[in-house]
Each structure stands twice: as C-alpha cells, then as structure tokens.
C-alpha cells in the first residue's frame, strides 16, 4: 500500500504560477511512473503530467509549454511547477502511481486532491 499526499494548490490569478509536491509514504521507484491528473467540476478526471522513474515525460496538449513535471532524487515526491495559468486549469488535482500506471494510463493509488482555482 502507498498514500500519497499532495501539497501545494491554491487560489491564483491568471498568468501566475503554482507549484504542487507530492510525497509517497515508501519509494516509489518500483512503481515506475508517477502522474498528476485533474478534476474539474462536471468533468471527467484527465491526465495532466506523467514522469517515469527514468525521466521520461508525458503532458497534455493543453498544459505543454506551461507546465513541467519532475521527480526527486529518492524518486517518492514528485512535483508539478505550473506557469502561465488560465481560468480552465481550475480543478482539484490528484497524485498518482501504482504497479499498473504508464505514461497514460493511471495506476491504483490516487492522493487526495489539492485544488487549484485560477480567478483574477
């Protein structure tokens, strides 16, 4: 079993930035990809982010160019640095791994969310 726990979110103007961590309670390294998806109110949990232990990346279209994730050294936090905001990346945020995630598909472990809320 892994609990993830996110830190980080908050209310920003557009054109600011975040940043959002995520700390496994074990290392995660066996677990091979780490991710970050959100939630927006009526809509579908999506993919944001994706990391693989060695560094390989995956974004969604929307968020390439304004965000980039990266994982720690003991390889169980991961973090989302997210520029240049926008009113539609409001949502609740959610870490994630298992032994089934890749780099678009989420593993079984999910955190609890962090929201995020854009608004001037």
């Known amino acids: 079993q892994v609990q993830l726990v996110e830190y980080g979110g908050g209310l920003v103007q557009p054109g600011g930035s975040l940043r959002l961590s995520c700390t496994a309670s074990?290392?995660?390294?066996?677990?091979?990809?780490m991710g970050w998806y959100r939630q927006a109110p009526g809509n579908q949990r999506e993919l944001v982010a994706t990391i693989t232990w060695g560094g390989t990346t995956n974004y969604a279209d929307s968020v390439k160019g304004r965000f980039t994730i990266s994982r720690a050294g003991a390889e169980n936090t991961v973090y989302l640095n997210m520029n240049i905001l926008e009113p539609e990346d409001t949502a609740v945020y959610y870490c994630n791994t298992g032994l089934g995630a890749t780099l678009q598909v989420p593993g079984n472990y999910w955190g609890q969310g962090t929201q995020v809320t854009v608004s001037s």
């Open positions: 074990r290392s995660t390294s066996s677990m091979y990809v």
